[in-house]
Nanobody
Framework: VQLQASGGGLVQPEMSLRLSCAAS????????MGWYRQAPGKQRELVAF???????TYADSVKGRFTISRDNAKNTVYLQMNSVKPEDTAVYSC???????????????WGQGTLVTVSS
């Protein structure tokens, strides 16, 4: 399973940005899809995740500003980032829990990360 993230870049405070992450490969089913981020000098933290049924969970720091969604037909997860702040600056990585054809187990897969820089 390969994950390709896109949409990062430089954005001004209070503006918006949308990240995408498409999963490809011999995917039978995807369970949870999520976004994590790691700021310089800090540990990686969960931003948000969405279950196969569409239930969402967010970090307190992004509640009300970020929205996670998924398109199951495209095996893609999105992160709509509104009202961004300088403290949102980080490398954002997508993560999926997926099962490939021929396997009975779900495994975690990670994308390569996309840098988001919030600065005026």
């Amino acid at each position: 399973v390969q994950l390709q993230a896109s949409g990062g870049g430089l954005v001004q405070p209070e503006m918006s940005l949308r990240l995408s992450c498409a999963a490809s490969g011999s995917i039978d089913r995807i369970n949870v899809m999520g976004w994590y981020r790691q700021a310089p000098g800090k540990q990686r933290e969960l931003v948000a995740f969405i279950s196969s049924s569409g239930r969402t969970t967010y970090a307190d720091s992004v509640k009300g500003r970020f929205t996670i969604s998924r398109d199951n037909a495209k095996n893609t997860v999105y992160l709509q980032m509104n009202s961004v702040k300088p403290e949102d600056t980080a490398v954002y990585s997508c993560n999926v829990e997926a099962r490939v054809y021929g396997s009975l187990r779900y495994e975690d897969y990670w994308g390569q990360g996309t840098l988001v820089t919030v600065s005026s």
